[in-house]
């Protein structure tokens, strides 16, 4: 007996020692997906000043075990964790797994919140009660997403009131990138229990001004790092689009879609028409155009779209009070840049479906206004709703 006791002590003093010689663990989050067994981020690879302004990583979790992780340098989505057809977590979103690796991207808006101006707006020039203002160029002749230094480069006030929720806040002052107006603008990002993303975005200003705001993630369903989004399966509840000239600016009217390549009112791959002979998918080297939503409702929200991932099952829903939805086919994407999980951002392995107002609406009569006045309050909401199959 007294041996046992000896022997016991001295196993359970062999592993005290050694418990106590592992090395100290970073502060860090663990992040799956189809194309890696897991992903580390490490929260202080996030923790950066810029501007006088810190940085941080944010992760919001719900009760499913979904996970969204954000930064607050240009109000990003760093990474987006759904469970798939099996159970597995799968990192649906395309992103870097530091502060800079967004700074020194060729591509500037992954996963960012965009503003003022979500888009593009012709020759950077509009006018509001008579008086022309000029905005930066940084899209050839045109300004897009706010102009050279849009909101996907600021470092936003970031407050998290709960686990689940994100408050990220920002003053765009009066004639930054050539804007009007101090505005005011605060964007809740909230993870639900029925697996939704919600987006409510809130702004004010002080002199009469241009606010249309959205965020541009960069989805893959089956994965970052997982191929091509080609053989997604694609549907917009949209029976027009709008066409565009090769700078891609509206042309001034909306077209129907049906007998183009343009038509996704039926579930379709994504992959089946890109490569038509097609005057509009030249010009956008692929689909880049915004589709005008039919207002199909689903309570206070209309169904905009639905993303069927091929591999893994998930079903992305989308959900908007706006009255249009960017499709971008990651026409752009040239392999520059290195994903968090090691992949290349390959041509066309990530989409875009940004809710929005119509490209140029400033400098088109005839699309839904864009202007914010003074004692009004531009108030919008998205979700992104994921399931599996």
Excluded at 5 to 10: N, P, R, T, V
Excluded at 94 to 112: C, H, I, N, Q, R
Excluded at 372 to 383: A, D, E, N, R
């Amino acid at each position: 007996m007294k041996q046992t006791l000896k022997s016991f002590f001295a196993a359970a003093l062999v592993l005290a020692v050694a418990a106590c010689n592992q090395p100290e663990k970073k502060d860090t989050a663990t992040v799956t997906d189809t194309a890696s067994a897991a992903i580390s981020l490490d929260s202080t690879k996030f923790q950066k000043e810029i501007d006088g302004k810190k940085t941080n990583l944010y992760v919001l979790k719900n009760k499913n075990n979904m996970q969204a992780y954000f930064t607050n340098y240009g109000g990003r989505l760093v990474s987006l964790l759904v469970p798939d057809s099996a159970g597995k977590l799968v990192d649906v979103v395309v992103g870097f797994d530091s502060v800079e690796g967004f700074e020194k991207s060729t591509e500037p808006y992954f996963g960012a919140t965009i503003g003022r101006y979500g888009n593009r707006i012709a020759k950077g020039k509009f006018k509001l009660d008579g008086k022309e203002y000029t905005l930066a160029l940084n899209n050839g002749q045109n300004t897009l997403h706010g102009g050279k230094k849009g909101f996907q480069y600021v470092v936003w006030d970031a407050a998290q009131p709960d686990a689940q929720t994100l408050v990220l806040t920002y003053l765009s002052k009066d004639g930054e990138e050539g804007y009007p107006g101090n505005l005011n603008v605060k964007v809740t990002y909230s993870l639900t229990d029925d697996n939704e993303l919600k987006m409510d975005y809130e702004a004010t200003t002080d002199k009469k001004t241009l606010c249309n705001l959205t965020n541009h993630a960069f989805f893959n369903l089956n994965g970052e790092g997982s191929g091509t989004i080609l053989d997604h399966k694609l549907q917009i509840f949209a029976d027009q689009y709008t066409p565009v000239d090769t700078t891609l600016i509206p042309l001034g009217k909306n077209e129907a879609v049906k007998g183009t390549p343009f038509d996704f009112t039926q579930p379709e791959t994504i992959g089946k028409r890109i490569e038509a002979d097609n005057a509009q998918l030249k010009a956008g080297k692929g689909y880049d155009h915004n589709f005008v939503l039919n207002g199909t409702k689903v309570g206070s929200l209309n169904h905009a779209a639905t993303v069927w991932g091929d591999k893994s099952g998930i079903v992305m829903d989308i959900y908007t009070q706006e009255p249009g939805l960017q499709f971008y086919s990651g026409n752009f994407m040239q392999g520059k840049n290195t994903f968090k999980g090691g992949a290349k951002d390959d041509f066309r392995t990530a989409l875009a479906l940004e809710t929005q107002h119509f490209p140029d609406s400033p400098n088109q009569p005839a699309f839904p206004s864009t202007v914010l006045s003074p004692g009004q309050t531009y108030k919008t909401s998205s979700v992104y709703k994921f399931s599996a199959k």
